[in-house]
């Protein structure tokens, strides 16, 4: 699924990703068949918990949308959980350092290249059955960079293995910058 992204990035096209926010599996669905690339299942700042996320990642996998989760934030167990639970890409929130993204990286692959536990749950079951042989070359690993020690880290951050992608956190970035008016919504 994630590959059709990385053939996209190969070929420098542009792919389309749609952040939601709203905790219902109907509305993953419907945005998912809108033809965008990739959803992204908001946990950070959206009103998504887990047992939402599950039916919604269930949803969007009835579609040709690649499923992302923004984590609530860099903790080992929900980013195994997440990817257990069909998520194929991960957006890692405040991440500041490159030792944060690699501890990022390593929770969402499995060993040697990272710490993983092997859950055979949803993940294991929808994909191939060499899931857990393949899983490190499939899985999408984003850092965000939300703040100025971030953006004065960027190289190193960009240059842990492992990591597919940056994004930026543009609302909390101004504000460590100290810009108060961040936008005009």
């Avoid at 939402?52 to 080992?76: D, G, M």
């Avoid at 998520?87 to 060993?111: H, K, N, Q, S």
Wanted: net charge negative; proline share 5%.
């Amino acid at each position: 699924m994630n590959a059709r992204l990385r053939n996209q990035w190969a070929q420098g096209r542009s792919s389309y990703n749609f952040f939601l926010t709203i905790p219902n599996a109907w509305t993953a669905e419907l945005m998912a068949r809108t033809g965008f690339d990739a959803i992204t299942l908001d946990m950070q700042h959206g009103l998504i918990d887990f047992s939402i996320a599950l039916q919604q990642l269930q949803a969007i996998s009835t579609t040709k949308a690649v499923p992302f989760v923004r984590l609530q934030w860099n903790e080992p167990s929900i980013i195994m959980k997440m990817l257990d639970a069909g998520a194929a890409g991960l957006i890692c929130p405040m991440i500041e350092t490159a030792d944060d993204a690699a501890a990022f990286v390593r929770a969402c692959l499995y060993p040697p290249a990272g710490n993983r536990s092997y859950g055979p749950v949803r993940a294991g079951r929808l994909a191939e059955s060499d899931y857990f042989k393949t899983a490190n070359q499939q899985v999408l690993t984003f850092a965000m960079i939300e703040t100025a020690s971030a953006a004065e880290n960027l190289e190193s951050i960009a240059a842990v293995p492992g990591l597919s992608g940056l994004f930026v956190g543009p609302y909390d970035l101004s504000v460590s910058m100290g810009i108060e008016q961040v936008a005009d919504i």
